[in-house]
């Protein structure tokens, strides 16, 4: 069951609410973007949390490091939605992917983990898969990718803190947290950085709708998966992600990843997976 519902996370729900807001992107602020995926996904946390927990569930042993969480996840998706007004999902999704890459070298400072040789050598290799898909060149790296790379690091640092704060709060505290910085300063903003929409606003609202509400169903099947099956078993269903934006990215936008995105994103995968191997193993 743990895995049926990462499967459905990974491959139907996360796609179709990244090529919502990939759609999005071209056309409204991103405050009103990050407003809707906001609403859509708290709306879905607190049915799920709610009846059990109550208010009980704003309760945190350590609010400070909640809401710095919470800030770091906010700011990776503005950075994240930038990027992909320009960028193909595909590649966004590959360069992504090196967030938990990120976190075996994150945890060394700030979690006081040991990393062995062999998660050093899955990192060198996952960095080696960054570089075929970024291809940096003797321009420089284009900004949208920068912007990408910016998301995934402070992507990596959000999973580092909710590493932390597992050991002091409930799993519907850190929730409830995750998109709350998102949801009260994008409504704080959105009202001096709203667009309507012109032209074809079923679509439109549609996309909205889809961000807040696929977004949050998209979160709500990852908890559910975690409650069901242990980390080290679902963990590898993630990169599922990569068929659900190949396909939607090529018949919304028409992209098709060049080869050289699909031989990165296969040695950052593979990178992935091999850390999840030897963290099973550690443990």
């Given at each position: 069951m743990g895995i049926m519902f990462i499967v459905l996370s990974s491959v139907l729900f996360a796609p179709l609410s990244q090529t919502a807001t990939k759609f999005l992107a071209g056309e409204f602020p991103i405050f009103q973007i990050m407003f809707f995926r906001a609403l859509g996904q708290t709306t879905w946390m607190f049915l799920f949390f709610w009846p059990k927990?109550?208010?009980?569930?704003?309760?945190?042993?350590?609010?400070?490091?909640?809401?710095?969480?919470?800030?770091?996840?906010?700011?990776?998706?503005?950075?994240?939605?930038?990027?992909?007004?320009?960028?193909?999902?595909?590649?966004?999704?590959?360069?992504?992917?090196?967030?938990?890459?990120?976190?075996?070298?994150?945890?060394?400072?700030?979690?006081?983990?040991?990393?062995?040789?062999?998660?050093?050598?899955?990192?060198?290799?996952?960095f080696v898969g960054a570089l075929i898909v970024i291809q940096p060149s003797s321009e420089g790296v284009p900004t949208a990718v920068l912007w990408l790379i910016g998301a995934a690091f402070l992507f990596a640092l959000y999973q580092i803190l909710t590493r932390k704060l597992a050991a002091v709060d409930s799993e519907a505290t850190s929730a409830i947290y995750t998109i709350l910085v998102s949801l009260f300063v994008s409504a704080c903003v959105v009202p001096w950085h709203y667009q309507s929409p012109v032209g074809n606003e079923a679509l439109a609202w549609g996309a909205f709708a889809a961000t807040g509400l696929l977004g949050g169903l998209r979160h709500f099947f990852v908890v559910k998966a975690y409650a069901l099956a242990p980390a080290s078993v679902i963990s590898p269903f993630f990169y599922g992600e990569l068929i659900g934006v190949t396909l939607l990215g090529f018949l919304v936008f028409g992209d098709l990843p060049t080869t050289a995105t699909w031989i990165g994103a296969a040695v950052i995968i593979s990178s992935g997976l091999y850390i999840a191997h030897r963290e099973r193993i550690r443990r």
């Open positions: 927990h109550g208010f009980g569930m704003f309760r945190s042993a350590n609010l400070p490091l909640q809401l710095t969480r919470s800030t770091l996840l906010f700011v990776s998706s503005i950075f994240w939605i930038k990027a992909i007004a320009v960028v193909p999902l595909t590649t966004a999704s590959a360069i992504n992917f090196t967030a938990p890459i990120l976190v075996v070298m994150l945890s060394i400072p700030l979690l006081g983990e040991k990393v062995g040789l062999h998660r050093w050598g899955a990192v060198a290799l996952g």
